[in-house]
């Protein structure tokens, strides 16, 4: 199971975002197999701290000092608030009580505010996006995936623009899953009333890869509370019951394309080390400095040495509507997009290129823009712009992007930019159209 800060993508384009939801299973396994963090320890206090878990790992965990479900849930509750605002270290300006919901509530209630939220065409356009990047296949429904993957792994949400906090329960009691949930959400709460999260962009269209980035920290941060609280608050039968993964979920899960699982768990498994590494540094408080800088790029998350050193992406240029505008009548753009070093490395794992040397090639990003054309009776564009760090990095992925053009559905191909740290992939319904696609884009982009 899992819980998120916000059950909805707000009108995102879901073919980049999906990744608003953390597995509290998958924490809960970490700590079965590092033996539980220790929540006294210092931060810095050694340099030998596994980053996918949390300072130390010799403790174990002592009996739960949170009072056992007694018809009083307020109680228990408030004892969660307590014990997560002393680890945290925020203030609580406003108290919480969870709407506990039953699974079948909470899917209704997700396929719901997704309907709401996301209109068809937003949707279809992420769609038909994917599927010419050989990301989805050629008769899914994108809509219906995300509300699938949601309903099935969600444990539980905070929404920073209504302050509903919802925790979803089997049995309709309060167990360790519920209590954990209730922890990690209830830091989201400490988080909005003390940065704002709504100002985070999370969700900003256009910027999903930014997006993704400081979803990361905001993800991290929940889970790296939630990890230390567990391990101090749990008895060893609530720790247990974190163990019993639902073997249908966990099926869901591996059903769902790479791109829609793996940004789902980017925020939290990334997020995790992300954030523990500063915390390692400089304790809660150098955490709290990040929200005054915030990451900029899944590259920051994966290498915390560029976000210490300030490393920004480079803005790529690509305007869709003016692409569509050189393609002719019947073409028309839709909102480009940055798909970042994360999502890259995924894209050429899945079209073809060995997962080793996929990460390898999209090591060395500097920044891209993505822009999907569509065309008369069917027909579909697409550009990628890339630029990077060095020419031997751009090397490196026109030969990795290559293996991957291959795979795609139409026709594609990989070109060198009109300098040597720039590369462009096309991809079109036909071969003629790719030439037509590289044509208008050079000409507009770089002048090649």
């Not at 049995?171 to 940065?195: C, M, N, R, W, Y």
């Not at 523990?276 to 005054?292: F, L, P, R, S, T």
């Not at 026109?398 to 590369?423: F, K």
């Not at 991809?427 to 003629?432: F, G, H, K, V």
């Amino acid at each position: 199971m899992t819980s998120t800060f916000r059950p909805r993508p707000a009108r995102r384009r879901p073919s980049l975002l999906l990744s608003t939801v953390t597995f509290v299973a998958a924490v809960a396994i970490l700590v079965a197999a590092c033996g539980s963090p220790a929540p006294s320890a210092t931060p810095g206090a050694s340099a030998g701290v596994t980053p996918a878990a949390t300072p130390g790992t010799t403790a174990t965990p002592v009996a739960s000092a949170t009072p056992a479900p007694s018809g009083n849930t307020s109680a228990v509750y408030r004892a969660i608030e307590d014990q997560v605002v002393e680890e945290r270290g925020l203030p609580a300006k406003k108290r919480l009580e969870p709407e506990v919901l039953s699974e079948a509530e909470v899917k209704k209630r997700i396929k719901e505010q997704f309907a709401k939220d996301n209109p068809a065409d937003e949707i279809a356009v992420a769609g038909e996006t994917l599927k010419a990047l050989g990301l989805l296949p050629a008769d899914a429904s994108l809509g219906d995936l995300y509300v699938d993957l949601l309903g099935s792994q969600v444990a539980g949400f905070y929404d920073p623009e209504t302050k509903e906090m919802v925790v979803v329960s089997k049995s309709g009691t309060i167990g360790g899953p519920e209590k954990v949930t209730f922890a990690h959400e209830f830091t989201h709460a400490l988080q909005d009333q003390s940065f704002g999260l709504e100002g985070i962009d999370v969700d900003a269209v256009g910027q999903g890869d930014r997006s993704l980035g400081r979803l990361a920290l905001v993800e991290g941060d929940a889970t790296l509370l939630m990890t230390r609280w567990l391990a101090s608050n749990l008895a060893a039968a609530e720790l247990r019951e974190l163990l019993q993964i639902d073997p249908e979920a966990q099926a869901q899960l591996l059903r769902m394309p790479a791109i829609l699982r793996e940004s789902l768990l980017f925020p939290y498994q990334q997020g995790l080390m992300f954030v523990n590494g500063i915390w390692a540094k400089g304790g809660w408080e150098a955490v709290d400095a990040a929200y005054g800088r915030l990451p900029d790029s899944t590259e920051q998350i994966l290498h915390p040495e560029k976000y210490q050193a300030g490393e920004k992406p480079v803005d790529v240029p690509l305007d869709a509507d003016a692409l569509a505008k050189a393609m002719g009548s019947g073409w028309s753009g839709t909102p480009e997009d940055t798909l970042g070093e994360f999502q890259l490395s995924i894209w050429l794992k899945e079209n073809g290129v060995k997962a080793l040397a996929a990460g390898d090639a999209a090591k060395g990003w500097g920044g891209d823009r993505l822009a999907y054309l569509r065309g008369p009776d069917g027909a579909h564009a697409l550009a990628l712009a890339t630029t990077w760090d060095t020419a031997a990095d751009a090397e490196e992925f026109i030969a990795a992007a290559t293996t991957a053009a291959g795979e795609l559905p139409g026709a594609a191909r990989v070109e060198r930019g009109a300098d040597p740290q720039s590369a462009w992939v096309f991809a079109a319904s036909d071969a003629l159209t790719v030439d037509r696609i590289a044509q208008a884009a050079r000409g507009l982009v770089l002048g090649g």
